[in-house]
Nanobody
Framework: QVQLVESGGGLVQAGDSLRLSCAGSGRASMNSDMAWFRQAPGKDRTFLAAITRSGSSTRYADSVKGRFYISRDNAKNRVYLQMNNLRPEDTAVYYC??????????????????WGPGTQVTVSS
């Protein structure tokens, strides 16, 4: 069993930066590839970034490439999402997810096995 909890969300202004954290617990929590998704009001949950178990490879959605950065610290059981130059359209609930099957950093949510409850990020203009 894996438990994931996101933190670090909040209300910021356009142009600000924010770092989200995902804390994992359970024996397999860091023995997985990890990803971040977000869901804006009235929209589907969409892929943002993923990172392999070792942290050696990453993958990004085109919409956030160059602004968002994913990283992990396995010793601390944490995955991070550094978000820079935030825009109002980044307003959403942000989720971390774990892939214990090592499917190669998929971009579809159905491929992920465990999810956190999400953290709200609101960017004002």
């Amino acid at each position: 069993q894996v438990q994931l909890v996101e933190s670090g969300g909040g209300l910021v202004q356009a142009g600000d930066s924010l770092r989200l954290s995902c804390a994992g617990s359970g024996r397999a929590s860091m023995n997985s590839d990890m990803a971040w998704f977000r869901q804006a009001p009235g929209k589907d949950r969409t892929f943002l970034a993923a990172i392999t178990r070792s942290g050696s490879s990453t993958r990004y959605a085109d919409s956030v490439k160059g602004r968002f950065y994913i990283s992990r610290d396995n010793a601390k059981n944490r995955v991070y999402l550094q978000m820079n130059n935030l825009r109002p359209e980044d307003t959403a609930v942000y989720y971390c997810a774990a892939d214990l099957k090592f499917l190669g950093m998929p971009t579809t949510e159905v491929e992920y096995d465990y999810w956190g409850p999400g953290t709200q990020v609101t960017v004002s203009s």
